[in-house]
T-cell receptor, first 115, second 112 residues
Framework: DAGVIQSPRHEVTEMGQEVTLRCKPI?????LFWYRQTMMRGLELLIYFNNNVPIDDSGMPEDRFSAKMPNASFSTLKIQPSEPRDSAVYFC?????????????FGEGSWLTVV | DAKTTQPPSMDCAEGRAANLPCNHS???????VYWYRQIHSQGPQYIIHGLKNNETNEMASLIITEDRKSSTLILPHATLRDTAVYYCIVRPWNSGNTPLVFGKGTRLSVIA
């Protein structure tokens, strides 16, 4: 089975530009999570969805960040405008029912550098 | 905040068993113990989870004390590819999928 697929894997952008990160969860999973990882703060939850509906977005740092899930197989995390402090690795993860029950599976991440 | 305590780093000789401890003294009755690892430049990878019985799979064994206040992840024959940060996480097992809350983990270095 294909795992969680994220794109782009790497992005370098200039401060002030819009950044869009994309995620395709594992087929059949009904939960989707966005995490951010930095050296200073480690892995932190930004937002998560259930059946395409946002459940908890309290981890979204500020209004510059937004996330959507228009259907069960696609989600985006958008930063507008981007700032150098947004440089981090952004992970998407999904979970659902099945052999591993509620186990959460992660993608390989999107490495963002804002200069 | 993470509800677990792990040593920041450990070394292990290649081919030997790696025993990674975790304290979770405030664990609740409905919380499972999960272990994930993160190899450099990759996403976190699920290893194993358990409630109160010892568990074993193709990757590792999980030993949970009878009072459930601590656990040990055992990699029976560590290889260089097991060098990673290992996270111990407690998480409620309910009808929903509660997000994982990561602490700092243990950085395991497997040495040739």
């Amino acid at each position: 089975d294909a795992g969680v697929i994220q794109s782009p894997r790497h992005e370098v952008t200039e401060m002030g530009q819009e950044v869009t990160l994309r995620c395709k969860p594992i087929s059949g999973h009904d939960y989707l999570f966005w995490y951010r990882q930095t050296m200073m703060r480690g892995l932190e939850l930004l937002i998560y969805f259930n059946n395409n509906v946002p459940i908890d977005d309290s981890g979204m740092p500020e209004d510059r960040f937004s996330a959507k899930m228009p259907n069960a197989s696609f989600s985006t995390l958008k930063i507008q405008p981007s700032e150098p402090r947004d440089s981090a690795v952004y992970f998407c993860a999904s979970s659902g029912q099945g052999a591993h029950g509620n186990t959460i599976y992660f993608g390989e991440g999107s490495w963002l550098t804002v200069v | 905040d993470a509800k677990t305590t792990q040593p920041p780093s450990m070394d292990c000789a290649e081919g030997r068993a790696a025993n990674l401890p975790c304290n979770h003294s405030t664990i609740s009755g409905n919380e499972y113990v999960y272990w994930y690892r993160q190899i450099h430049s990759q996403g976190p990878q699920y290893i194993i989870h358990g409630l109160k019985n010892n568990e074993t799979n193709e990757m590792a064994s999980l030993i949970i004390t009878e009072d459930r206040k601590s656990s040990t992840l055992i990699l029976p024959h560590a290889t260089l590819r097991d060098t990673a940060v290992y996270y111990c996480i407690v998480r409620p097992w309910n009808s929903g999928n509660t997000p994982l809350v990561f602490g700092k983990g243990t950085r395991l270095s497997v040495i040739a």
